[in-house]
């Protein structure tokens, strides 16, 4: 028990690392290749932001362990909107901008009724993967066109000035994105090892413990970031980020999985985590067009989504 909680906090602590890194590295070899700094802004936000989720729930999908990788998608999703919105509003009330508000968010809740439609069937099929796969290299299409129509859109402007406020040398951003890359997959096949050592040991189920630690843990670097964000006054980007970051692990990470390793889904997760992940994304969408918010998510529905996450949770750990 003891070498899979190491291994779980080892494998955590360097996925949150070099996702970092990797997607430095490779945002600064897409910019000396000649990207546009838009385009590249938006994979650092779909990509960079699931890359723990996407290698991890990869490893676990080959490895047998299928539902981790469900729990881990589903998961974040989940943490991302109570957690890390909860707590990113409490500290400051986030922008809701109007294109978001009139484009991402109805896309984000019609992702979410689509991948639970697929799972309806208990089964998670091939093509059900490959729906998901072609939705959301559809939507990126769709994205850039967006964005390349609207040059004066705020959030693609923040995502600009991010991008380019990371810069390093053509040597150190090839060195980046080649050990990043590397130590993603070691450090995520070491937290899926160790946390399926932990569901073993405690009799939980894998569904469990993507749902809780691995999700948990993946969607950490977010949250210390968004914080930090919060703190400076700059939190305008973090709705766009969750936003970004649950379609890709709806349709990408979910989908990735299924292609790997097709699978039954269990009812636990079509009854009470598949209305779990629509509904915080439905009281989003609420609360972003709520007259008394005036385009943006309060401290009082920030205090509610946290609570919703925490008792979801709760609720996790004492049934489990």
């Not at 890390?84 to 984000?108: C, F, Q, W, Y």
Request: a neutral charge.
């Amino acid at each position: 028990m003891l070498i899979a909680a190491s291994a779980t906090l080892v494998g955590l602590a360097a996925l949150a690392w070099s996702a970092d890194r990797f997607v430095e590295g490779a945002a600064a070899v897409a910019r000396y290749l000649g990207m546009a700094p838009l385009l590249v802004g938006m994979l650092i936000i779909g990509f960079g932001t699931s890359a723990p989720e996407l290698v991890v729930s990869a490893f676990a999908a080959a490895g047998g362990a299928p539902e981790i990788a469900f729990g881990n998608a589903l998961g974040s999703n989940i943490a991302n909107i109570g957690l890390i919105l909860g707590v990113t509003a409490l500290l400051s009330p986030v922008l809701v901008h109007k294109g978001v508000l009139r484009k991402e968010m109805p896309v984000l809740l019609g992702v979410t009724a689509l991948a639970a439609a697929l799972m309806l069937d208990k089964e998670l099929s091939r093509v059900d993967a490959v729906v998901l796969v072609v939705l959301l290299l559809a939507l990126i299409a769709w994205s850039i066109r967006q964005s390349r129509s609207a040059p004066d859109d705020a959030l693609a402007g923040d995502v600009e000035a991010e991008v380019v406020a990371h810069h390093l040398s053509r040597r150190a951003a090839w060195t980046w994105l080649v050990a990043g890359l590397f130590l993603l997959v070691i450090s995520s096949r070491v937290l899926v090892w160790g946390a399926v050592g932990i569901a073993e040991r405690l009799g939980w189920s894998d569904l469990i413990i993507g749902l809780t630690v691995v999700a948990i843990g993946t969607s950490a670097p977010e949250l210390a970031s968004s914080i930090a964000a919060a703190r400076k006054g700059e939190n305008d980007l973090a709705l766009g980020n969750i936003i970004g970051s649950n379609l890709f692990n709806t349709l990408g990470v979910i989908g990735l999985a299924g292609l790997i390793a097709p699978a039954a889904v269990s009812p636990e997760l079509i009854t009470r985590d598949l209305p779990v992940v629509f509904g915080l994304t439905a009281a989003l969408v609420v609360f972003a067009v709520w007259p008394l918010a005036r385009g943006r998510v309060s401290r009082i529905e920030a205090g509610l989504l946290l609570l919703a996450f925490c008792g979801y949770m709760g609720a996790l750990l004492v049934f489990a």
